[in-house]
């Protein structure tokens, strides 16, 4: 899981600004730089994390 250090120490491109929790998506790009990854299996693999730890059922594949 990823989060943000709010409301404190915003991440880089919003350095000085209040830190809130939609500055998320800048600490993943970061994440997945250093481990050397598409930023999507970052998303993957967090968002599966996510639903491990709170025990959510599986979503149901939308329809067209």
Known sequence: ???????FLAPVPQRG?????????????QVAQLR???????A???TQN????FKLP???PSSP
């Open 44 to 46: 993957h693999q967090t």
């Open 1 to 7: 899981m990823i989060e943000t250090d709010c409301p």
């Open 17 to 29: 600004q209040r830190n809130e929790p939609a500055f998320v998506a800048h600490v993943a790009a």
């Open 36 to 42: 050397g990854i598409p930023l999507p299996e970052l």
């Open 58 to 60: 599986p979503l149901e």
């Open 50 to 53: 996510a639903f491990e730890l």
